[in-house]
Nanobody
Framework: QVQLVESGGGLVQAGGSLRLSCAAS?????MGWYRQAPGKQRELVAT???????NYADSVKERFTISRDNAKNTVYLQMNKLKPEDTAVYYC???????????WGQGTQVTVSS
């Protein structure tokens, strides 16, 4: 089992920045962020493997940066140039290499006002 504790999020004006953090209870292969807006399906934002390789949704490339501190089992999401369409509940995600075990955080609200 892996417990994920998220922090960050909140309300920001369009063009502003926020940083999300997620601490895992142990080391795990892949960590990342997904988001779910009202009435929409949960979607990938970004993931990062323990070796540092990253994957981003096209909608956040050049604006969001994912990073991780393996010593702290923590993943970060730096969100810049935020847009109202980035408003969603952001969920931390962690998975083993085969994707057989997937864990989710409780979610944190990000609201971007226009």
């Amino acid at each position: 089992q892996v417990q994920l504790v998220e922090s960050g999020g909140g309300l920001v004006q369009a063009g502003g920045s926020l940083r999300l953090s997620c601490a895992a209870s142990r080391s795990i292969f892949s960590m990342g962020w997904y988001r779910q807006a009202p009435g929409k399906q949960r979607e990938l934002v970004a993931t990062i493997r323990i070796g540092g390789s990253t994957n981003y949704a096209d909608s956040v490339k050049e604006r969001f940066t994912i990073s991780r501190d393996n010593a702290k089992n923590t993943v970060y999401l730096q969100m810049n140039k935020l847009k109202p369409e980035d408003t969603a509940v952001y969920y931390c995600n962690a998975a083993d290499p085969m994707g057989l075990y997937i864990y989710w955080g409780q979610g944190t609200q990000v609201t971007v006002s226009s």
